[in-house]
């Protein structure tokens, strides 16, 4: 028989390739996903996460921290959220000046108030009731002022559409004025015109007042900015809410006694509506954030971009995924320098199989894999392959071929022989002359 203890030339090099293989996917794809946190669309595991399926389904899902993104819906949550970015750009960049702080500030919150010229008012006109606490003239400067998104009294926060037009009927614009009216007809034009402007102005939510008034179904505040949209965002929203609530709890329990493959079936039609329902509720809030931070970048020199994203708390998901980003850059460069070659192999096998057991090929859950990608499996897939191959490398000496190993071990051989040269040397008796 030969002897299976021997391994040729041509296997030797053909383990080491795919020991070096495996090391650069892995180290490379590890360096791309922290090189993305330097750009706008940082990389997470979320995503990956939230889709999880099989047995192990809860368990992964819940390493995302907000699988269903309920917090996205929730709006001291998102105010919690704003609130910490802003006062970590802040820090971040400690040059700010007065003038940039201004304008995050109206950005994230709205501004206090707002201006517009206005020589005088038409006669007989006086604010009061609801429109005096939100709106006033200041003779001395001569402006029409309204109050703001970010009005320390929420009850006298801006114009809505219906004070606008209470202010508009104050004074009437006649085409054709007699000769003695053309003069009052001129004042009553430009305080119209006045009001038109600073409600329009006043029109500019904050980002947090725009995520109110979709989080809470404020129809009046909300067409401020949507006018075109009216009707469109208003309490149904709330209610698809609760809804989207309701569904997500539907679903957990019928996947929990789901057996046969009609059920499977009618679950994937489920959640798949679960999902548009969610990118429907989710995606305008996200959007503003989206909004927020592209906007507030233009604010900033090129110097305070230079300084890169802002940082994100290393808790939870972030936590998780620089964990992740880690562990396979150092993996995969211990892979592909042979350091420590048996171990490495062995933890890259079992940072494949968390990856394997988070969307398993098997009988049951296959179908819930299918808007994951286009690839198709069953039972064995890429990563189960991979494991196998790591494995091998890790039950064969490829540090010792081709590796650091080698050197280490050399160094470690050259040692312990001039430890045992010194221990014999001490041993041997010397003559007595």
């Known amino acids: 028989m030969p002897d299976l203890r021997k391994v040729s030339l041509l296997a030797v ?11 650069w996917q892995f ?17 997470t595991a979320a995503g990956y996460l939230k889709n999880a399926s099989g047995p192990f389904r809860g368990m992964y899902r819940d390493m995302s921290g907000d699988p269903d993104e309920l917090s996205w ?29 201004q304008k995050l500030n109206e950005l994230l919150n709205g501004a206090p108030q707002y201006r517009v010229e206005l020589k005088q008012l038409p006669d007989g006109v006086k604010f009061g009731g609801s429109i005096a606490k939100v709106a006033k003239f200041d003779a001395k400067i001569q402006r029409l002022i309204v109050n703001g998104s970010s009005h320390p009294k929420p009850e006298q926060r801006h114009l809505i ?20 009216d053309v003069e009052k007809n001129e004042i009553a034009k430009a305080y119209q015109e006045a009001v038109n402007i600073v409600y329009q102005r006043s029109a500019r939510l904050g980002i947090k007042e725009q995520a109110l008034a979709l989080l809470s179904g404020d129809p009046e505040r909300a067409t401020q ?27 957990e329990k019928n996947l929990a006694v789901a057996q046969t493959a009609f059920q499977h079936d009618h679950l994937q039609k489920q959640w798949a509506e679960i999902q548009r329902m969610r990118a429907d509720l989710v995606g305008p809030i996200k959007a503003l954030d989206t909004e927020l931070k592209a906007k507030a970048r233009k604010l900033l020199t090129a110097k305070q971009l230079a ?72 039972i064995v897939n890429k990563n189960l392959i991979e494991i196998f191959a790591l494995l091998a490398i890790a039950a064969l000496p490829t540090g010792q071929w081709f590796g650091i190993d080698a ?27």
């Open 13 to 23: 090099v053909l383990i080491v390739a795919v020991r070096l293989c495996i090391g």
């Open 27 to 43: 180290a490379y794809e590890g360096l791309w996903k922290l090189n993305s946190h330097t750009g706008p669309q940082p990389w």
């Open 73 to 101: 819906l929730d709006y001291k949550k998102v105010d919690a959220r704003w609130s910490g970015w802003y006062d970590r750009l802040q820090k971040q960049h400690p040059d700010l000046t007065k003038r940039q702080k």
């Open 161 to 180: 559409p219906a004070e606008r037009d209470a202010m508009l009927k104050f004074a009437k614009v006649v085409e054709d004025p007699a000769p003695e």
């Open 225 to 251: 900015i949507y006018e075109d949209q009216a009707g469109t965002i208003d309490h149904k929203r709330i209610g698809n809410i609760e809804l989207y609530q309701t569904l997500l709890k539907r679903y």
């Open 307 to 378: 300084r890169g994203p802002v940082p994100t708390p290393l808790v939870g998901i972030a936590l998780k995924d620089q964990m992740t980003m880690w562990a396979l850059l150092i993996i995969g460069v211990m892979l592909m320098t042979g350091l420590f070659s048996r171990v490495s192999a062995i933890a890259a096998a079992g940072l494949l199989m968390s990856f394997y057991l988070a969307m398993p090929p098997w009988p049951g859950f296959v179908e819930f894999q299918a808007a994951a990608g286009p690839e198709h499996s069953y």
């Open 407 to 433: 050197i280490l071990s050399r160094l470690c051989g050259c040692s312990k022989k001039k430890s045992s040269v010194a221990a014999a040397t001490q041993k041997t008796p010397t003559t007595k002359q």
